[in-house]
Nanobody
Framework: QVQPVEFGGGSVQTGGALTLSCAASVDTNQNYCLAWFRQAPGKKREGLAFINNHGATMYADSVKDRFTISRDNVNNTLYLHMNSLRPADSAIYYC???????????????????WGRGTQVTVSS
């Protein structure tokens, strides 16, 4: 059973950096997709960064060149390295996983079965 658990949220100033981690044990004998989503108050859930079982990564335009998703397959940990943070990045960040080959930017959160509880990121100006 995949049960993601996020760590590493917090408060930073504009321009700062933060790394989120997520413990997520997936069956590596299957195709899978791991991703980070976020949701700010009053806004729709947004898919930010995706990584599949081949290590291919994909990013939403809003975070491209600022955020990096990576995975440590030995320790079953997913990361989101965030740089050049802005107040607009403030949100609850969720780690999520699904089995299957689909793993692209724009894939709805409804396609993901396993979700963490989220971790708050606050960027102050």
């Amino acid at each position: 059973q995949v049960q993601p658990v996020e760590f590493g949220g917090g408060s930073v100033q504009t321009g700062g950096a933060l790394t989120l981690s997520c413990a997520a044990s997936v069956d590596t004998n299957q195709n899978y997709c791991l991703a980070w989503f976020r949701q700010a108050p009053g806004k729709k859930r947004e898919g930010l960064a995706f990584i599949n079982n081949h290590g291919a990564t994909m990013y939403a335009d809003s975070v491209k060149d600022r955020f990096t998703i990576s995975r440590d397959n030995v320790n079953n940990t997913l990361y989101l390295h965030m740089n050049s943070l802005r107040p607009a990045d403030s949100a609850i960040y969720y780690c999520t996983a699904r089995y299957g080959a689909a793993c692209i930017v724009g894939l709805s959160g409804d396609a993901f079965k396993y979700w963490g509880r989220g971790t708050q990121v606050t960027v102050s100006s």
